[in-house]
């Protein structure tokens, strides 16, 4: 199939890609929904906003998990670095991640490049100021004996900037998450089920607008059926054979 995903993709410039926890399994991260996932281990009706904001022992629980994270030094793989590469290749509009591990970053992909709809484990933010203290300066001073760190500039609470469940998406990633969509003339969507709204909206936007949709992915999604091909398989081996071949006829 790769070989009718590349046909699909061939003439496009300005290709949307999409990318779900799928992505980052092959960097050690599990997905969320899988038998081996995170809510399989947590329940996410226990990562609201409000109770991160009203509850102290919560907040200092979320950063003892946060900093003994096992995957809080997981490196991209082979199909982050695809990405990247496509956009070297002048190939891509911009890729709309839901994932909050920050491996796209990590991968190189410049920041005008990438929209992380759900946030990231990786930079903290006062909610009442603004204020945005480095992540290392945080974990010293958690590690020093702080387990709820507050702000230094206005004493109020911090928080990784991850989107918790009733908490607005960033108004600037969702800004510029439509403005990618509008451009694009095709998505790519890997690693994503396609099951999380609003953010599944966005590559759908593409598919609406009369533009092809490739979907790399294990197993179902919840819009095979609007996908011009489909590809079931690990990104971190699709994936970058899929970028060479489109990077080497980028004429």
């Not at 796209?104 to 920041?111: E, M, N």
């Not at 974990?139 to 760190?149: I, K």
């Amino acid at each position: 199939m790769i070989d009718e995903a590349v046909e699909t993709l061939a003439g496009r410039k300005r290709i949307l890609v999409f990318t779900g926890a799928g992505i980052s399994t092959e960097s050690g991260i599990p997905d969320f929904r899988g038998p081996q996932g995170i809510w399989k281990q947590f329940d996410p009706s226990d990562y609201t906003y409000d109770r991160y904001i009203d509850d102290p022992g919560f907040r200092r629980e979320s950063w003892g998990k946060r900093f003994r994270s096992p995957y809080l030094g997981a490196d991209p793989n082979d199909a982050h670095r695809a990405v990247t590469r496509l956009w070297d290749a002048g190939r891509l509009i911009g890729c709309v991640t839901q994932n909050i591990d920050g491996l796209h970053a990590a991968a190189g992909l410049v920041p005008e490049a990438l929209v992380e709809m759900h946030g990231t484990a990786n930079r903290i933010h006062c909610i009442s100021c603004g204020d945005e203290p480095e992540f290392d300066e945080i974990e010293r001073r958690w590690e020093s004996g702080e387990a709820d760190p507050a702000c230094r500039s206005c004493e109020g609470i911090l928080k990784t900037t991850i989107v918790y469940f009733g908490e607005s998406l960033p108004l600037d990633a969702t800004t510029r998450a439509w403005h990618m969509a509008e451009q694009a003339d095709a998505v790519l969507v890997v690693g994503s089920s396609l099951s999380v709204y609003p953010a599944a909206f966005v590559p759908l936007d593409v598919v609406d607008r009369g533009n092809p949709m490739v979907i790399i992915n294990r197993g179902e999604t919840d819009h095979d059926f609007r996908a011009t091909v489909l590809v079931d398989g690990a990104a971190g081996e699709v994936l970058p054979e899929l970028v060479d071949r489109l990077a080497g006829s980028s004429e």
